[in-house]
């Protein structure tokens, strides 16, 4: 329900009346603010409530200070179970008495000595409402519309990614690099959204259950609104589903209606493979997406053996696919290195596309200290919590510090509206902790890395790091949890110097030593057998090399290194197949275990020397020495960001922007990124009050291999003109509405029969206001066809695809000059009879013009 600052303050007067309280609010700090103020009345004698209230309270009173340009104060009781004075001050807020019973409340600017601070106080821009995300939405094709309800692109990234999804061939695998909040999702979401027909399957692949989880959400929301009559089945896989709801799950893969199903690589490799192979073999799969895809590549601690098999696996399905299916590769983390090792094992890396359009985050202000002993550092993060918004996430590395971190929130900072999260915690409370967070009961999450990846939380306010991440690129995601509302956020990382261990150690990554390897590799290739496909060979995963015991998780986790490290090197190809023996069981071992027993792991020989010491060791050095390359840089870029000496007045460290520029940008021929450098304020450049949402928005370059235009009803109809470059004219003397539906029925013909893809008017042309003309993408063969302005042509790059222009007859001469700059596959270009020529004025285009139609003929030989 709508509550106002207003209302807050006189119900706040009459308490602890009931009247007229609300329950909830649709405003989510109100909303807090309501549960926690409830909760108290129900509970007069309970007072662990005022450490949840108070800086709730402070963040309502600052924002309202911040909209209304002037301090606001608030009436409080005094007394009756409330704080009183030295705690309210405590929490940074100022208070003077209004007589016996009432407080007036004042939020204060925190400027705490061992942060520096900013000229308004730390943290003061994430108070304010006020949004520093650039907003570029773009009109969304028709074809989009239809599908999600949604009339806007959130982001050109978005506008070219969504299109390339549906335009690259069957096949080929698109790597889409976009920020967090610029709608990737969507991506990877579309195909089973405008695909409505049975036996147009997309496996989404998602390194959390969380994101599974939330996936299947959101995903819910869209089918339900495009389809209400649609039944309401599970779309995603994750150990909470009951035996019936997996069996019915398999049942669907299998006959062609599941459309979507979110899954961890772990279950696709295992108990779901049997299933989602017999649906690549009947052809029904047709997208293979996997989100934060960086993570196949991610070694040491981060290794996840299926996550590495993902790409053998997509080999496998390619090869029993009929006629193939596109894959996709999402993150909006992609790193130089990421992108080669990507490209090598998803290729061929001529198959390889990507779209990209990477700004950094403009919502995070980052705060850095480094604290002399633990003790502080627990001290300094309980202090940045009394003054930080909500809501907020303290992530940590270890699963013990979950537990540590939880208890010292709650002991010494009187907090109680928390959750924790990790890897390990049950499905049944993992569901649990995100419908909460989703409902703002809970105000924090003590978490690992494990919480939040890829979750559409929007108004994340603050994010704590209470020890040094693994990586720069992990700190960078985890920040990025912060803010996607397009709003302030912060970004306080707390150290000592013991938290230095972890990430040193994932800078030195555990890759496979040569001799190690190469046996490794000797015991796996003694245990082949021949397939009946030439050059595919069967090998054990669980081969044990010489001098080492029996089988185990950990020798398969080190054999799955072993082959993906020769993958990247190119020794061999890798894929996995279902072990026919191991059909659709569900078995409750750890995931490796499984992946042995269910999984026939298959190789192709891409180097006869692969059995040659020198020459395995000289192949799977230079691989092994970028990845090592790659861990040291991240390294160095980590130290060059904190400070490094303790207490007041800390070294300085690299400006943030800079650093996570350097990071991201990729110099590659074939696949480059740049990346718009965009900071929210940091210690090196004094948190300087500027426009944030002032930066140059990225350019996005379109794929340029996409699936071929079939012109052969064309070349029928029209043989003596070349559809490279025609024009189309029309008698502008005609009745417009005549004309207009002329034109419609030839976009009608060209659509269907010669796979036009393109559509391009000027945006006030009367064809766009046509409910025809906007269902045009019916027509298409697979029910896509995009819409562009001709007032963006000057700025159009290359995209080959056959394309149909609409000219009105008030449009100047450069338009026309444009229009011919343009190339495209197949360009029909409709234009006035009248059109004087561009180079002559003093004579008509269509006299001069031999590779030329006339609509009025054209309609008749198209309606024979």
Request: net charge neutral.
């Amino acid at each position: 329900m709508s509550f106002s600052f207003d209302e807050l303050q006189a119900l706040l007067a009459n308490w602890p009346a009931a009247d007229g309280w609300p329950e909830r609010a649709d405003d989510s700090v109100l909303d807090r603010l309501c549960q926690v103020l409830s909760a108290a009345r129900a509970q007069p004698g309970n007072t662990a409530w005022h450490a949840d209230l108070q800086p709730l309270l402070r963040q309502v009173l600052l924002r309202a200070s911040d909209s209304a340009g002037k301090s606001v104060r608030l009436r409080v009781p005094a007394g009756q179970g409330w704080p009183d004075q030295p705690s309210w001050g405590y929490h940074g807020v100022e208070v003077i008495e209004a007589g016996p019973s009432a407080y007036l409340l004042t939020a204060a600017a925190w400027h705490p000595e061992w942060l520096g601070g900013a000229t308004d106080g730390v943290f003061a821009a994430a108070f304010s409402d006020k949004n520093v995300r650039r907003i570029t939405h773009c009109d969304a094709d028709p074809f989009i519309t239809d599908a999600t309800g949604f009339a806007n692109y959130s982001s050109l990234g978005q506008c070219e990614a969504v299109r390339a999804t549906f335009l690259i061939p069957e096949g080929d695998t698109l790597m889409v690099n976009l920020p967090t909040g610029s709608g990737k999702s969507l991506v990877g979401q579309a195909p089973a959204l405008v695909n409505k027909e049975d036996g147009h399957l997309t496996i989404f692949v998602v390194p959390t259950v969380a994101l599974a989880l939330d996936q299947e959400r959101a995903m819910q929301q869209l089918f339900r609104s495009s389809g209400p009559a649609r039944p309401d089945w599970p779309l995603a896989w994750y150990g909470g589903l009951s035996k019936e709801q997996r069996l019915g799950v398999r049942q669907r893969l299998r006959n062609g209606t599941q459309r979507i199903l979110f899954t961890s690589p772990e279950a696709l490799t295992t108990s779901l493979l049997s299933a989602v192979s017999d649906a690549a073999s009947a052809g029904m799969l047709r997208y293979f997406v996997i989100d934060e895809a960086h993570l196949v590549t991610q070694w040491g601690d981060g290794f996840r053996p299926s996550f590495q098999a993902l790409a053998g696996l997509r080999h496998t399905l390619l090869r029993l696919s009929p006629s193939g299916f596109r894959t996709l590769l999402m993150s909006a983390t992609f790193t130089e290195e990421t992108v080669e090792t990507l490209a090598s094992l998803f290729g061929p890396a001529d198959r390889v596309q990507m779209v990209s359009a990477v700004h950094l985050r403009p919502e995070p202000q980052y705060w850095f200290y480094k604290a002399s002993s633990a003790q502080e550092k627990e001290k300094r993060v309980l202090e940045a919590l009394r003054h930080a918004p909500r809501p907020f996430i303290l992530y940590v590395t270890k699963r013990e510090e979950i537990r540590h971190w939880n208890n010292v929130l709650r002991s010494r900072g009187g907090l109680h509206r928390l959750a924790t999260f990790d890897g390990g915690t049950p499905d049944g409370e993992r569901q649990r902790i995100i419908k909460e967070w989703s409902a703002n009961r809970i105000d924090g999450i003590v978490a690992t890395s494990a919480f939040g990846v890829g979750l559409d939380k929007l108004d994340v306010r603050t994010v704590i790091h209470a020890t040094i991440p693994e990586t720069l690129d992990r700190y960078y995601q985890e920040v990025g949890r912060g803010g996607r509302d397009g709003k302030s956020s912060v970004s306080l990382l707390v150290f000592d110097d013991s938290d230095w261990t972890l990430p040193e150690r994932l800078a030195k990554p555990m890759i496979i030593s040569d001799e190690l390897g190469f046996g490794r590799w000797k015991a796996m290739y003694q245990s082949r057998s021949s397939t009946t496909e030439e050059g595919l060979l069967a090998i054990n995963i669980d081969a044990v090399r010489e001098g080492l015991p029996g089988g185990s998780e950990y020798n398969v986790n080190w054999n799955m290194r072993t082959l993906i490290l020769m993958a990247r090197a190119g020794l061999i190809a890798l894929e996995i197949e279902v072990n026919r023996d191991e059909l659709d069981a569900d078995s409750a071992e750890s995931a490796s275990s499984m992946l042995a027993a269910m999984a026939n792991v298959r190789v192709r020989i891409r180097n006869d020397g692969h059995l040659i010491p020198q020459i395995w060791e000289a192949a799977v050095s230079a691989s092994r020495g970028k990845t090592l390359k790659a861990a040291e840089r991240n390294l160095q870029m980590m130290r060059q960001l904190l400070p490094s000496s303790i207490g007041l007045n800390q070294q300085i460290g690299q400006e943030v922007g800079a650093t996570l520029t350097e990071l991201y940008r990729v110099l590659s021929m074939r696949w480059p990124v740049q990346v718009t450098r965009v900071c929210g304020g940091c210690p090196m450049d004094g948190f300087e009050a500027r426009n944030r949402a002032d930066y140059a928005e990225p350019t996005v370059v379109p794929v340029s291999r996409v699936s071929p235009t079939p012109i052969d009803a064309w070349r029928e109809k029209f043989p003596w003109v070349n559809p490279a470059f025609a024009y189309l004219f029309y008698d502008e003397s005609r009745p417009p509405a005549d004309t207009r539906q002329s034109i419609l029925q030839f976009a009608t013909w060209l659509v269907h029969s010669c796979g036009v893809r393109e559509l391009a008017v000027h945006p006030a042309s009367a064809l766009t206001q046509l409910p025809e003309w906007n269902r045009l993408f019916q027509f298409a063969r697979d029910r896509v066809l995009l819409h562009r302005s001709i007032l963006d042509s000057e700025m159009e790059p290359y995209s080959p695809l056959a394309r149909l222009t609409i000219l009105e007859p008030d449009l100047s001469f450069d338009f026309v000059q444009h229009i011919q700059m343009l190339q495209r596959p197949v360009h029909v270009v409709a234009l006035p009879l009248g059109m004087a020529d561009p180079s002559n004025s003093s004579r008509r285009l269509a006299d001069v013009s031999p590779n030329a139609l006339h609509l009025e003929n054209v309609i008749r030989v198209i309606t024979q």
